[in-house]
């Protein structure tokens, strides 16, 4: 029987064994029973409605911890989007768990020094890189591996990729900071990549586990290519090697005619009267060449720091090519030399600077007669919009891998014994020149002869646009 009911009938004076005498007894023992379930029912409405309240109330607190859930991680794969994948900087994640197992399987075999190790056993590097699983790239790594898949990158790496030991010693350092239980490093590393030389910053780091070790399994590995800039700064040393160099030669250059004409000078004024008139001549004359070599250099010297601002001025006029060379022979007395000169064939006519124009030839012609060969030729032809003038000489030329670095500003192909080196500005002034008046100078060596080939607008663009070499009369032109 219910123990609430028992209870009743106990407080009443009943049992069950002993029922009620009277029908009064009877009222209130059933009237105290309505009561007890009326009460029943009352706080079981009222348990019913608190939970369903409650319940209520509980679905939407979890609601809403669902919805922020979902906004913080929607937040993060943006932020992950963000910071990995559309990052600029080529990154991995990689789980290096089992690159920890190796190096741990290394002190149990008892090594003590992993450096040490590496240097007596190199080829064993490959298992700790081999143990590296790619779990994702961002596109800058697929990039600077030269691969368009995320396909071709997953897993591990393979063996394959790591054919010299520069790609295998990038990963050292890295194994290394495993090995000393680091969670971030940063290095450079000098190798190849994809078959092209490269020079980057690593960057590693991991996560740390609770105990404070760090968490292999979620790496991250990040490489800025800075192969650009080591090669702009290895450009820069050689700028400043080469003006240095360019220093140097022209302090010796300007001094070399300095010193001629000064000590033409004292001789002059110290026994001037004493001197046949031969001599003096040959004095002053010794000062108006060494003046017109030092003219020449300063021109060239403020043409190409013109040049570099664009503060060149050009004015062009239609003229004969071959009365401007001869000027520039004679005024030189080029022709006076040991070189036999062959100037003859300039009959063409150009759109040019005469100023400009002649100190392009100057500089050829300066260059073939102290590197060149013992006959020198110049020759002209139009062809079309173009006519070109070409300064050749029987010598041997520049060298192959300098044909192209010739025209560099401070560059020198040649340096014979015997001859004073030049600044190095000569052709660089001469190719600035001839662009800025339209045209163009090269260089080509073909047949025994080494030529510049210097090319100007035609003053009448409608002669044929091509003719065979047979016809112009000049060497092979390229």
């Known amino acids: 029987m219910n123990a ?10 009943l049992s069950l064994d002993k029922p009620p005498k009277h029908a009064r007894d009877w009222a ?15 706080n079981r409405y009222l348990l019913e409605r608190s939970l369903a309240i409650s319940g209520q109330e509980m679905a939407e ?31 991995w994640e990689m789980d290096q768990t089992d690159v ?12 003590v020094d992993l450096e040490e190790y590496l240097d007596d056993h190199p080829d064993d590097l490959v298992i700790g890189i081999l143990s590296m699983e790619i779990v994702d790239a961002n ?3 697929l990039r600077l591996l030269g691969i368009s898949s995320h396909d ?42 994809m078959t092209r030389p490269m020079a980057g910053i690593v960057n590693w780091s991991t996560p740390r586990n609770p105990d404070g070790t760090a968490d292999l399994s979620k790496a991250v590995v990040g490489i800025v290519d800075i192969t650009k800039v080591k090669e702009a700064e290895r450009r820069l040393e050689e700028v400043i090697r080469s003006k240095d160099e360019f220093l140097a030669s022209v302090s010796h250059e300007l001094r070399t005619p300095l010193t001629t004409i000064y000590g033409s000078a004292e001789s002059l004024i110290e026994q001037g009267a004493d001197l046949d008139e031969e001599l003096r001549s040959e004095l002053i004359q010794f000062m108006a060449d060494e003046s017109r070599e030092m003219a020449n250099m300063v021109e060239d010297l403020l043409v190409a720091a013109r040049a570099e601002i664009g503060k060149v001025n050009i004015v062009q006029e239609a003229l004969d090519l071959g009365p401007m060379v001869s000027d520039v022979i004679t005024a030189a007395r080029m022709h006076e030399g040991e070189k036999v000169l062959e100037f003859s064939s300039v009959t063409s006519s150009a759109w040019v600077d005469p100023t400009r124009f002649k100190q392009i030839v100057r500089n050829l012609l300066t260059n073939a007669i102290r590197y060149g060969g013992d006959k020198i030729r110049l020759e002209s032809v139009s062809l079309g919009p173009t006519t070109f003038l070409l300064v050749s000489d029987n010598g041997s030329g520049v060298p192959e891998d300098r044909r192209d ?10 340096k014979r014994s015997g001859v004073t080196a030049s600044v190095g500005l000569g052709l660089a002034v001469s190719r600035q020149l001839a662009r800025l008046m339209g045209g163009d100078l090269n260089y080509e060596y073909n047949d025994g002869w080494s030529s510049f080939r210097l090319e100007m607008p035609s003053v009448d663009g409608n002669v044929r646009t091509s003719l065979s070499d047979q016809e112009l009369g000049l060497r092979q032109v390229s």
Request: no cysteine; net charge neutral.
């Open 4 to 13: 609430v009911l028992l209870r009743q009938l106990k407080r009443m004076g």
């Open 28 to 42: 209130m023992l059933l009237d105290r029973v309505s009561a007890y379930y009326e009460d029943s029912d009352r």
């Open 61 to 91: 607190v979890l609601n809403r911890r669902q919805e922020l859930t979902n906004q913080r991680i929607e937040r993060s794969e943006s932020h992950y989007r963000n910071l990995f994948v559309n990052n600029p900087i080529a990154l």
């Open 100 to 111: 920890g197992h190796w190096v741990n399987s290394l002190r149990d075999l008892g090594v």
């Open 139 to 141: 596109d800058a790594a």
């Open 152 to 193: 071709q990158l997953s897993g591990k790496w393979n063996e394959e990729t790591f054919q010299t030991a520069a790609e295998r010693d990038a990963f050292r350092p890295l194994i290394s900071a495993i090995w000393n239980g680091q969670t971030n490093a940063t290095y450079e590393i000098s190798t190849q990549m």
């Open 405 to 414: 670095a010739i025209f560099e500003a401070y560059e020198r192909a040649h």
